[in-house]
């Protein structure tokens, strides 16, 4: 397969974790004989500081002549700090969002094993977690219409979503839950919010032509807590952009980090493929980036362009490093790998997973993997 792919390392760690998920997909193309053809441009940050314009015309053009796009992180603390700034890194991210009709994100979260005890939950709670959030991407209040009064003093963000907008991510979840353990749980606000009682509405009349999917639901105030408490309980959550945000960032800290977790924006159209952190400035060019995140990003890419076994393959070797604790020093404080090794270990592991692999433990434990 010959595939073009946009990619937009963006800023701070973006670039690091990017470079590790292309050199899997290379190995990829090594591997399986295809051929992928990358297209670099600037967002976020980055862009702002060359042309202004967190997403540039020429950015948006790329994106827009490629099928799939790879995503770093965007964000810097020049912007972030600084409440009056009239442009910031997210409005591109946000823009190019709704330009590529990117409605629903898809953040699978799984707790690995081998990783258990770094949760911050206890290890009966999460042990065997697996569970997908799809959350609706360009509606909602992140995108209503904002007011300002003219003294500063009073400020109104609308939420508003359509039968249309909901009806379309409702299809996608009921589908997954489908396939998947054949439960599906709505997240909102119906006891107070209006836009809440229209999803809950649209979501069950939906849900009559998935009669195999059992269909339950939980005020968001409620999830939350049930999140920690039983994370187990879940299988496919579906929610509103707001709602979506919040949970799945404290979903995130299920698994022991959030440089484990991948996700995809996904249209009619076009796909964007990123993890799920954010740009982490303070640990820029310092080779500490967990890059796991953006590989399963890469592989969830390519299940998306229908390269099953390629995307499997990936997430096996994505395995084998965390079995082998070759991991960065968000999961492994005490270890002596950086996010260009991991990312060399997985890389390699693509390559030779077909075949019997032989890791030498005594060179793993010294922070120099061979596979043999």
Same mark, same amino acid.
Request: net charge negative; hydrophobic share 40%; with cysteine.
């Given at each position: 397969?010959?595939? !073009?792919? *946009? %990619?937009?390392?963006?800023?701070?760690?973006?670039?690091?974790?990017? #470079?590790?998920?292309?050199?899997?997909?290379? @190995?990829?193309?090594?591997?399986?004989?295809? /051929?992928?053809?990358?297209?670099?441009? /600037?967002?976020?940050?980055?862009?702002?500081? /060359?042309? &202004?314009?967190?997403?540039?015309? =020429?950015?948006?053009?790329?994106?827009?002549?490629?099928?799939?796009?790879?995503?770093? @992180?965007?964000?810097?603390?020049?912007?972030?700090?600084?409440?009056?700034?009239?442009?910031?890194?997210?409005?591109?991210?946000?823009?190019?969002? !709704?330009?590529?009709?990117?409605?629903?994100?898809?953040?699978? %979260?799984?707790?690995?094993?081998?990783?258990?005890?770094? $949760?911050?939950?206890?290890?009966?709670?999460?042990?065997?977690?697996?569970?997908?959030?799809?959350?609706?991407?360009?509606?909602?209040?992140?995108?209503?219409?904002?007011?300002?009064?003219?003294?500063?003093?009073?400020?109104?963000?609308?939420?508003?979503? $359509?039968?249309?907008?909901?009806?379309?991510?409702?299809?996608?979840?009921?589908?997954?839950?489908? @396939?998947?353990?054949?439960?599906?749980?709505?997240?909102?606000?119906?006891?107070?919010?209006?836009? $809440?009682?229209?999803?809950? !509405?649209?979501?069950?009349?939906?849900?009559?032509?998935?009669?195999?999917?059992?269909?339950?639901?939980?005020?968001?105030?409620?999830?939350? +807590?049930? +999140?920690?408490?039983?994370?187990?309980?879940?299988?496919?959550?579906?929610? #509103?952009?707001?709602?979506?945000?919040?949970?799945?960032? #404290?979903?995130?800290?299920?698994?022991?980090?959030?440089?484990?977790? *991948?996700? =995809?924006?996904?249209?009619?159209?076009?796909? +964007?493929? #990123?993890?799920?952190?954010?740009?982490?400035?303070? &640990?820029?060019?310092?080779?500490? =980036?967990?890059?796991?995140?953006?590989?399963?990003?890469?592989? +969830? %890419?390519?299940?998306?362009? &229908?390269?099953?076994?390629?995307? @499997?393959?990936?997430?096996?070797?994505?395995?084998?490093?965390?079995?082998?604790?070759?991991?960065?020093?968000?999961?492994?404080?005490?270890?002596?790998?950086?996010?260009?090794?991991?990312?060399?270990?997985?890389?390699?592991?693509?390559?030779?997973?077909?075949? /019997?692999?032989?890791?030498?433990?005594?060179?793993?434990?010294?922070?120099?993997?061979?596979?043999?």
């Amino acid at each position: 397969m010959e595939l !073009k792919i *946009a %990619l937009l390392p963006g800023d701070g760690i973006g670039p690091e974790v990017t #470079e590790q998920a292309v050199k899997c997909l290379h @190995a990829v193309e090594e591997a399986f004989n295809h /051929h992928f053809v990358f297209t670099e441009a /600037h967002a976020g940050a980055i862009a702002i500081d /060359h042309t &202004g314009d967190p997403l540039p015309e =020429a950015t948006l053009q790329v994106c827009k002549e490629s099928k799939v796009v790879l995503f770093g @992180a965007i964000g810097d603390p020049k912007y972030d700090n600084d409440p009056s700034a009239k442009v910031r890194p997210e409005q591109g991210l946000l823009k190019l969002r !709704k330009e590529l009709g990117l409605f629903t994100n898809i953040r699978p %979260l799984k707790v690995y094993p081998s990783l258990v005890d770094r $949760s911050p939950l206890r290890p009966e709670k999460v042990a065997g977690c697996d569970f997908t959030i799809y959350r609706e991407l360009t509606g909602g209040i992140y995108f209503g219409k904002k007011t300002l009064s003219d003294d500063g003093t009073v400020a109104s963000d609308l939420c508003e979503y $359509s039968e249309k907008e909901i009806g379309r991510i409702a299809h996608m979840a009921f589908k997954a839950a489908k @396939a998947r353990n054949k439960k599906l749980t709505l997240i909102d606000k119906a006891n107070v919010l209006e836009t $809440s009682r229209l999803w809950r !509405k649209v979501v069950t009349r939906i849900g009559e032509s998935y009669p195999e999917v059992a269909l339950d639901f939980l005020f968001v105030d409620n999830a939350a +807590m049930q +999140m920690i408490l039983n994370p187990k309980q879940f299988d496919v959550i579906l929610t #509103e952009n707001m709602f979506g945000d919040i949970i799945s960032d #404290e979903a995130s800290v299920i698994g022991g980090s959030i440089g484990l977790l *991948a996700s =995809a924006s996904v249209g009619d159209g076009h796909a +964007m493929f #990123e993890p799920i952190h954010g740009s982490f400035p303070e &640990g820029a060019g310092k080779n500490i =980036a967990n890059p796991i995140a953006s590989i399963l990003s890469a592989s +969830m %890419l390519l299940d998306h362009v &229908g390269l099953a076994e390629e995307a @499997a393959t990936v997430r096996a070797a994505v395995d084998k490093a965390i079995e082998k604790n070759v991991v960065t020093p968000d999961l492994n404080p005490d270890g002596n790998y950086g996010t260009d090794q991991v990312g060399d270990f997985i890389a390699h592991s693509i390559v030779d997973i077909h075949e /019997h692999i032989s890791f030498n433990d005594e060179n793993i434990e010294a922070g120099k993997s061979t596979i043999i």
